[in-house]
């Protein structure tokens, strides 16, 4: 089914790593599925201009009062050394927290994660709670200037991103979504180009935590509270390692939210609304 959505203009939705946006002189429908059962294919944005991949940022700003927590299960393909020294990559205690808050999320997982915690990686995939998205195998930068990570080339995009659809299939997660999110939110029309056969939504964020690295769990929480609107995805990390503050951060923001009258969804969900 094609549904005329929301008044935007594919160019905008590519967000600001694109110039185009202000250029665009038509507004162009969205295509949306409806929303997901079991069997129904997730809700997808339509290809941005010249089919390059689209870039979804955030849900409608007046469609009630939703939001949606992310959390990047990140791992570099070349980490394992240290998570067989004993580094913790996962987050066991952020996943119970949020079972126990009942708060539905969208876990963006590498696919070197999936293989290093496959138990942790089908027990999400398989909890409706959940639903797992793809943050790329490797945890390369898809540009050539990313936070410092190693790069993955053009031609080794698409790949990249299939191999961690392949590792989710092989842990079994059996209905991974057609979301990605680019490592370090990195992209350019190169990398929206070279993942178009993928047909995947890159889906980015409009509120930062700031719980990569952090240590004081109230400065993250008070982030979260202060940028949180209508719509907004929210980016966290569900790995000890580098955001050990995260499960004292939703455990102080999801009633703090709630008591202002949110409702907690999956990034599928404002994608379909
Ligand atoms: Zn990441």
Redesign the pocket.
Known sequence: MITLVRRVTAACVLGAALTACAAAPHPVPRVARPAPSATSAPPTLAPGPGGLTPVFKNGSRTHGRSVALTF?A?MTADQGARAAAGEHFDNPGLIAALRELKVPATV?M?GRWAEEYPDQARSLGRDPLFEVAN?SYS?YAFTDDCYGLPTVSGDRMRADVERAYAAFRRVGVPDARPYF?F??GCYDRRALRALTPAGVTAVQWDVVSGDAFATDAEAVSRQVLEGVRPGSVVVM?CTRSAAPTTERVVRTVVPALRARGFRFVRVSELIGS
């Open positions: 990047d990140d963006f590498t943050h945890h999110r490592p370090g990390h």
